[in-house]
């Protein structure tokens, strides 16, 4: 290993269910960290507030993409039928609102869909596949039964020994330091 | 690792979801268990199965596409035959899976996580097999693509009036947004899978459809917020996905399809033979699989309740059709359903009428409820009965226009019957890949259901 290139990014310590999870994610807000997150199987209803997290901004990402998606979808279709080829069908008016509306509808959802997913993902910062997380081993219980809390070096209130011992006090178990090579 | 509880209520009614006293570690073994494990003989046997009806329908669609339409039974005035017909019945089939993953979700019905998984799947295989149809249909099916408004040569778009191009739309839609849901949902599973994954290859392909995922609480936030939109948004899109099919009948003046009660009648409907399905494959995947702590009686039970109210709600709308034909005094409409009922299609409308309104009055019965071969026999009969009102619905009302010169008798060709048999080649080929390669089950959401999952259930116990 070469050691000059290694650099500590973070702090990670096991914690034994989802109680004990969110009362050390509380304390850890209490005390004034910022920059933590809390690994689990599954999502832990309360947790966004045991962390200090505001609730998701999705909603306007795919509120954008329905107005796009219906006002996209009506516009195509009151450009084509009465604009670049107007042609009159069964004698109805040109633009017959009533008859474009399930397209409308239909595109509307489409691109609310195809916003949920990728807005979560970019929200998300993913995809990621490289992440010092999945550097320690112990980590890959955490999609089967293991909670993690994760402490990043960023964090102003960040110091090795002083989070380690943080973290123990709290009833958290086999810390370990998150690093990457430079 | 945490105390498995004996007994486990979560849901208000006392009756323990999951059963078997599981841990969160032992759900994870359970169903991951099942694609980690040799494949079995009987798998092998079911894919020879699918993949030679595969190719049966490869063939007649080769045929189709070589020799044009006039393979099939259709004749003049009977112009839409089985084509139709097989696309509203797996479209139908479809619903169940979004109503379960979709509207079942915002009702807070926990029940519905030990099934959404293969439910969302089903829907998928069921509408790749039902867009076949509209595909062929058209016969020249290299001009498939005037169906889509895309600037051409001709300068001419699509009209936007008609209900077959809403149909081109809403199904088109449908099938990706359920897409999206199956794979937002599927995204913390394939983490599981990577992490386990032994192989190199296994390694590198769950790793990149699990996307990086970390379980992290701010990545939760932004996922259950994700699957709620989604959620919302396809609810709405179950009930307007077949009501758009409905107005391809009904948005036509012949008599039998033009009636307001289509579109609630055609989702009823859809629904109906939907959870048909899902108790059918889920029978079968709990009985192969062993999944009965997973999939209870309970759960199953709980459709067959859903079975008996569809059906009930399509009884209703068969006899209101009937009514408004007395009721509106119009002769052809009445002539139609006395047709229906007594002509020369009775033996399809019998059919139609024993599955789908006698069969589920079997399930008033709570002793009939919970026995597996009555639930098994009557979900197969659920889906003939609705293969058969398709078929009456589309045959009746074309075999009998206005014109009693026009008036012919359908019968299928060997292409027609050899197509659809094709179709459930597709399914089932499918389906099979899906629960070899993929967690059936949403582990997920099964642990998030467990006693040990709210976080307040823990603190005031011992741990191990």
Known sequence: ?182 | MNKPAENIAVSSEDVPLITGGQTFSSITEKIVGIIEQKTPKTWYLAIGASLSLLMVLMGSVGFLVWEGTGIWGLNNPVGWGWAIINFVWWVGIGHAGTLISAILFLLRQKWRTSINRFAEAMTLFAVSCALIFPGIHVGRIWIAYYMFPIPNQMDIWPNFRSPLLWDVFAVGTYFAVSFLFWYTGLIPDLGTLRDRAQTRIKKIIFGILAIGWRGGNRQWRHYERAYLILAGISTPLVLSVHSVVSTDFAVSILPGWHTTIFPPYFVAGAIFSGFAMVMTLSIIARKIFNLDHLITLNHLEKINKIMLLTGMMVGYAYSIEFFIAWYSGNIYEQFVFINRAFGNYAWAYWIMISCNVVVPQLFWFKKLRRSIPIMFIASILINIGMWFERFVIVVTSLSRDFLPANWDYFSPTMWDILTFVGSFGLFFTLFLLFIRVLPMISMTEVKGVLPEADPHHSTGESHE
């Open chain 1, 1 to 182: 290993m070469n050691n000059n290139s290694i650099k500590t990014v973070g702090i990670m310590a096991q914690f034994s269910n989802p109680g004990e999870l969110m009362k050390a994610a509380e304390k850890l807000r209490d005390s004034g960290y910022s920059k933590f997150d809390c690994h689990s199987p599954f999502p832990i209803h309360g947790m966004d507030k045991a962390m200090g997290l505001s609730s998701s901004s999705l909603g306007w990402v795919v509120g954008l993409a329905a107005i796009i998606g219906t006002t996209g979808a009506l516009g195509l279709q009151w450009w084509t039928s009465t604009i670049d080829y107007p042609l009159v069908i069964s004698g109805k008016p040109l633009f017959s609102f009533q008859a474009y509306v399930p397209i409308t509808f239909a595109v509307g959802v489409l691109l609310s869909g195809v916003a949920a997913l990728i807005g979560m993902l970019a929200l998300n910062g993913l995809p990621r596949w490289n992440h010092p997380v999945f550097n320690s081993d112990k980590f890959e219980k955490v999609t089967d039964d293991a909670f993690f809390i994760s402490i990043e070096a960023e964090d102003p209130k960040f110091h090795t020994d002083e989070t380690i011992q943080f973290f123990e006090s709290i009833g958290g178990t086999n810390c370990e330091l998150l690093q990457e090579n430079q």
